[in-house]
């Protein structure tokens, strides 16, 4: 950041020099005018613009984990369909071949009963309705038709269920698609704007990082009890994954984003909670005050619910921020993200 040093009083020996540099000041406001504007000369917009980046981010990441998710559950259920379908279709073979050897042998011993005849064509359901009328069928073939035209139904059910679940999935890809995309833009711009910076206005940067990672490390947490038991075997499954980096739409073990850290802490604690932050925020009892949280309760933050970490005790939170940080310990006062509730988790 630039220095914000009070300048020293003008001398008349200045006078002339100032008096140049205001009328080029304004001869240049006049030419960019009608131009792009020119980075900000102490470069403390880009900062806050790569922050607001940043979090963006992070909300569409969310959003592409929603979408993830749902498209994951579409897909096993599309998988399941198909391998019942598979399931019913043999079984409808099978019993096809029945009915057709019993065809066959009638027809070796002198000829094919006609309700066998218009079975074996291709529409067999409007037969199976008139020869009943008619009496033509004996018992046993009138049972196997019945279990034939049943089983027949429950495959074409299965299958306008198995399209109707396809078109979803690709509903939910698409979408998967474009949050991908919305995110690698922002973060695209936020390098963008970064790379205009001078080195040393980066390593300034990069310092503040560092500087909060070892922040973390020295955080003092307390010793308060977890509300519960597998809050407090999440809580020790999230610990130890501090200094792990923040990577987008990730689950662990070895990178995260902030609702992959709770769900697979969690996971560890044998638990299955949902895998965003918006469904996480309804995922246990909710807790609408700071002061009686306790460490392994979930901290719902931001007004739009994208962000979720632990409560760590001593009002901190663990969590994986944002791009380019670690998970780490941060005090909540200090997050710059608002706190809704927390959630805790029997």
């Not at 700071?290 to 931001?302: E, F, T, V």
Request: glycine share 8%.
């Amino acid at each position: 950041m630039a220095s914000h040093r009070r300048p020293k009083q003008s001398g008349p020996r200045y006078t002339g020099v100032l008096t140049v540099t205001a009328a080029a000041a304004v001869v240049l406001s006049v030419q960019s005018a009608s131009a792009d504007p020119l980075p900000d000369p102490n470069k403390k917009g880009v900062k806050a613009q790569v922050d607001r980046l940043y979090e963006q981010a992070t909300q569409a990441t969310e959003k592409y984990n929603g979408a993830k998710e749902k498209a994951d559950k579409l897909t096993k259920q599309v998988d399941t369909l198909r391998d019942e379908a598979a399931r019913k279709q043999g079984e409808l073979n099978k019993l096809r071949d029945r009915i057709g050897a019993v065809a066959a042998g009638q027809y070796r011993s002198g000829g094919l009963d006609p309700s066998l005849q218009l079975f074996l064509s291709e529409d067999p359901d409007t037969y199976l309705e008139k020869a009943s009328a008619l009496d033509r069928l004996g018992e046993q073939q009138t049972a196997a038709l019945q279990q034939f035209l049943s089983q027949q139904r429950a495959l074409q059910q299965q299958r306008k269920e198995a399209s109707e679940k396809l078109r979803d999935l690709g509903a939910a890809q698409k979408e998967l698609g474009n949050r991908k995309t919305e995110i690698q833009g922002k973060l695209g711009e936020a390098q963008r704007l970064l790379n205009t910076l001078s080195a040393k206005e980066r390593a300034r940067i990069a310092e503040a990082e560092d500087r909060a990672n070892r922040d973390s490390a020295r955080v003092e947490l307390g010793n308060e009890a977890s509300g519960s038991e597998r809050a407090a075997s999440a809580f020790a499954a999230a610990k130890s994954r501090v200094g792990m980096p923040y990577v987008w739409g990730a689950s662990g073990p070895s990178s995260f984003d902030c609702s992959g850290l709770t769900s697979w802490a969690y996971r560890q604690a044998g638990v299955t909670i949902p895998r965003t932050s918006q469904s996480q925020a309804s995922s246990g009892a909710r807790i609408n005050s700071l002061s009686a949280l306790k460490p392994g309760d979930l901290i719902i933050m931001r007004s739009d619910l994208s962000h979720v970490g632990f409560y760590a005790g001593n009002g901190q939170i663990l969590h994986a921020p944002k791009p380019g940080a670690q998970v780490r310990y941060e005090s909540i006062a200090r997050s710059g993200m608002p706190f809704m509730w927390g959630v805790r988790i029997d």
